[in-house]
């Protein structure tokens, strides 16, 4: 199935402070989900991405996958300490179960 | 919005204990879930596709007698580990696909069961 490199793996931030996370696919991704999981928490979905070029906002997080569908990113403006946990992009396969990237791990300090 | 309820949320048990996880769709039914599992700080591993009525999918490395899946209705999977030992201890998550969902929708994710075996 699809797979996706995810980095960094870990970023810690002073409140305020933007937070960008990145999702490269060395081959053409059909989709791309992201997640956020707090700390002992399951995942939550945030959002999908499927069209090339495709830039979705919800309130501070800006989410953009690139125009060959390789790459995606999320982008937090000026992080809140409720920012904190880890976030995961994954895609799905045939079977519609999810391949998810390794996640980077948001510490947002006050 | 569609819900997933995992049970128990947490299990305490000794070594060679078989323990059962149910992941239940309360209100929309699931011909399709899938069974992840997460080490510390580790992303979600799927283990296996369950399919209603069917032999459920495994991922490679993950073994079928180990981790016993039924999914003998359309809102209820459960994931038994046999004969548990310490290296089971581990966060698994469920999450089901409703049916007649268009392709790329998001799954909706149980709240995890956290299994620590002694």
């Known amino acids: 199935g699809q797979q996706v490199m995810q980095i960094p793996q870990y970023q810690h931030v002073q409140e305020g402070e933007d937070f960008t996370t990145y999702c490269n696919s060395s081959?053409?991704?059909?989709?791309i989900q992201w997640y956020k999981q707090r700390p002992g928490g399951h995942p939550v979905f945030l959002i999908q991405?499927?069209?090339?070029?495709e830039v979705k906002k919800q309130k501070r997080l800006t989410f953009q996958f690139g125009e060959a569908k390789k790459n995606s990113s999320l982008h937090i403006t000026a992080t809140q300490t409720t920012d904190v946990g880890t976030y995961f992009c994954?895609?799905?396969?045939?079977?519609?179960?999810?391949?998810f990237g390794k996640g980077t791990s948001l510490l947002v300090t006050p | 919005g569609a819900v997933v309820s995992q049970h128990p949320s947490r299990v305490i048990c000794k070594s060679g204990t078989s323990v059962k996880i149910e992941c239940r769709s309360l209100d929309f039914q699931a011909t399709t879930m899938f069974w992840y599992r997460q080490f510390p700080k580790k992303s979600l591993m799927l283990m296996a596709t369950?399919?209603?009525?069917?032999?459920?999918?495994?991922e490679q490395g993950v073994e079928k007698d180990k981790f016993l899946i039924n999914h003998a209705s359309l809102t209820l999977s459960t994931l038994t580990v046999t004969s548990a030992h310490p290296e089971d201890s581990s966060f698994y998550i469920c999450?089901?696909?409703?049916?007649?969902?268009?392709?790329?929708?998001?799954?909706?994710f149980g709240d995890g069961t956290r299994l620590s075996i002694l």
């Open positions: 369950s399919n209603e009525g069917s032999k459920a999918t495994y």
């Open positions: 994954a895609v799905s396969n045939s079977g519609y179960a999810l391949n």
């Open positions: 999450s089901a696909r409703s049916n007649g969902t268009r392709k790329n929708q998001p799954q909706h």
């Open positions: 991405l499927v069209k090339s070029g």
């Open positions: 081959t053409t991704l059909s989709n």
